[in-house]
């Protein structure tokens, strides 16, 4: 049978703003095997982070389900969704969430000691990810003495600290240069064959969607349409 690291039925979001109503999601059906690498695509308001957060269990649906690993995630408590997240998904965002005080290596760490990882374990596996995105070098510099690029390769080995299910990254190219974007989607593409982790990228950068292999396209509120992309192998082709 197969299994679906990510299967979302029927979801639908509404807002309540006073009188007005937002309907983010409109009935957004989707299945993600283990060791996807996709993208989302759609214009502003088109209701991706809606997606995102649901599916990450920062948010909860009006209606509809979210199963992560086989489990369904919708039908837990509140008290529990905090230790799926933590077990289950890694987060990657624009702004990268880094914190400023602590160190690339320290950042990487932090999601582990909120699992009660033991220390020196934390610190070891923190130093493997560092140096799986490249840098081992940069592991005791604060984030502001890093570049964009790297600020983003530290988020990437932070969202998989955990050995999450799925990473859940909303536009964390956003802030780079293409170049620059393309290389870290790159790298994000190599750790998801190595760790059989699955991705799902939201982006605007066309760029980046087609180095996935798949690029969902979303509309008011639904996916309209699922386009094969270039994947990497289409990458090299052009290259
Ligand atoms: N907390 C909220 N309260 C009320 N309305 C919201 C809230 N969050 C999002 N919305 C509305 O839901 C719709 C979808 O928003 P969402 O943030 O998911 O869009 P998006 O596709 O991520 O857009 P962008 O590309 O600009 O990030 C928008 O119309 C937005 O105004
Ligand atoms: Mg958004």
Known sequence: MQQWSVRAESLTKVYK????????LRGVDLELEEGAF????????SGKSTLLHILGCLDRPT????????EEVTALAQRVLPRVRREKVGF???????????????????????????????RGRAEQLLSWVGLS??????????SGGEQARVALARALANAPTVVLADEPTGALDSQTA???VALMHRLNRESGTTFLIVTHDPLVAQRTDRIYHMMDGKITRVEKAAGEAGQEAVR
Do not use: C, W
Not at 17 to 24: L, R, S, T
Not at 100 to 114: D, F, I, Q, R, S
Not at 137 to 146: G, V
């Open 182 to 184: 393309a290389e870290v």
């Open 63 to 70: 209606s509809g389900r979210v199963y992560l690993g086989g």
């Open 92 to 122: 990657m965002f624009q702004d990268r969430n880094l914190i400023p005080t602590l160190t690339a290596l320290e950042n990487v760490m932090l999601p582990m000691k909120y699992a009660r990882v033991p220390r020196q374990a934390a």
């Open 38 to 45: 996709v993208s989302i695509m759609g214009r502003s308001g």
């Open 137 to 146: 070098d940069r592991a005791r510099h604060l984030p502001a003495e890093l």
């Open 17 to 24: 703003m006073g009188k007005n109503e937002v309907h983010a």
